[in-house]
């Protein structure tokens, strides 16, 4: 048996994966820059992760997602049109072009995955379904709810796993299905159902915003699904999912290193750690492979601040909705959030 060597073509090819190849910017970051704006689809208002004042300006987890994204890529976290969508709507306005990035509560499915014509990109917050319910009503556990009404929104997943849950545990829970947010709220402040299912940061969201004592509801122990949350695009664009996915990762990295909205300039002057050197673009230049520049992390985090200080400042015990870091804290600190490392 003889054997020819390699031809120059394949020595080429094998060669390939030691060399990083600058990326292409792709059409939806084409149009992005064309217009100067990102558009970002959100949720029509819950509180925490995205959310309109009385003057207009949007706030939330999910809103600072579209902003760091706006940094990276435009230079300017404040470059962003928000789209609120209700849940039946936002799949469409983002499959249509609508919008183009979907930064709204969505949760990571199978289905949603691979049947949509769309990309998951970065859990941004690990969450799961739970129940509210009067603290007059003395249910302490979903497990009470056998035979009783739970006010619910259509076209989510919370109605599914609402289904499943009473099936599985034999509850015959009767569900009240309503299309917008606002009409569940009502119902349920309204006494029509005994308790409110949906994501447990939302309930505490409702809860905080719409009750009119708060401390009158009680959130149940129980989570009954795995709600990881994030932001979707498009499939079709490979350097755009990218994008928006290594923004949310490197906000991850930053809290990990040590890189805040207040120290990020001094560290990308001063800093020796060559870590926090490929980070912020003071030693090696990772926007090329993305289709930006090299400082596109030092600026989403400058605007937003790390994963950390978005968490702290939106949904942490130091906000009104007082939520613990939980799942959502870093891998090294006791929670399951884990950046692949930026390099």
Not at 87 to 94: H, K, N, S, V
Not at 251 to 267: I, R
């Amino acid at each position: 048996m003889t054997f020819k060597p390699l031809s120059s073509l394949a020595i080429a090819v094998a060669a390939l994966g030691a060399f990083a190849l600058p990326a292409h910017a792709g059409k939806t970051l084409d149009g992005i820059k064309a217009r100067g704006q990102v558009i970002c689809g959100v949720h029509t208002g819950l509180a925490g992760f995205s959310a309109a004042d009385s003057n207009g300006k949007w706030a939330g987890i999910d809103v600072d997602v579209c902003r760091a994204v706006a940094a990276a890529t435009l230079g300017d976290g404040e470059k962003v049109k928000y789209v609120p969508l209700v849940a039946q709507a936002r799949f469409t306005a983002l499959q249509s072009g609508e919008v183009d990035v979907l930064s709204r509560n969505t949760t990571f499915t199978l289905t949603r995955d691979a049947s949509l014509g769309l990309s998951q990109t970065a859990v941004v917050y690990y969450d799961g379904q739970g129940f509210m319910v009067p603290v007059k009503s003395k249910i302490k556990s979903a497990k009470q709810l056998k035979g009783q009404t739970v006010c619910v929104q259509s076209g989510t997943t919370t109605e599914k796993n609402l289904t499943d849950y009473s099936k599985a545990n034999a509850l015959n829970i009767k569900p009240v299905v309503f299309e917008k947010l606002d009409a569940v709220e009502g119902a349920y402040f309204s006494g029509r159902c005994i308790a409110y299912t949906t994501d447990a940061s939302g309930l505490a969201s409702v809860r905080n915003k719409s009750a009119k004592n708060p401390a009158d509801h009680l959130i149940l122990p129980e989570l009954i699904s795995k709600e990881p949350l994030g932001p979707m695009v498009r499939r079709g664009d490979d350097e755009w999912a990218a994008i928006v996915k290594w923004t949310v990762f490197g906000l991850l990295e930053a809290e990990e290193n040590g890189v805040t909205s207040a120290n990020v300039d001094d560290l990308k002057a001063n800093s020796k750690d060559p870590v926090v050197g490929r980070l912020l673009g003071s030693t090696e230049d990772t926007g090329k492979l993305l289709g930006l520049d090299k400082e596109w992390l030092a600026r989403a985090v400058k605007t937003t601040g790390n994963y950390g200080e978005i968490f702290e400042r939106n949904v942490g015990p130091k906000s009104a909705l007082q939520l613990p870091r939980g799942l959502n804290n870093l891998w090294n600190k006791g929670g399951i959030q884990y950046a692949p490392p930026i390099r």
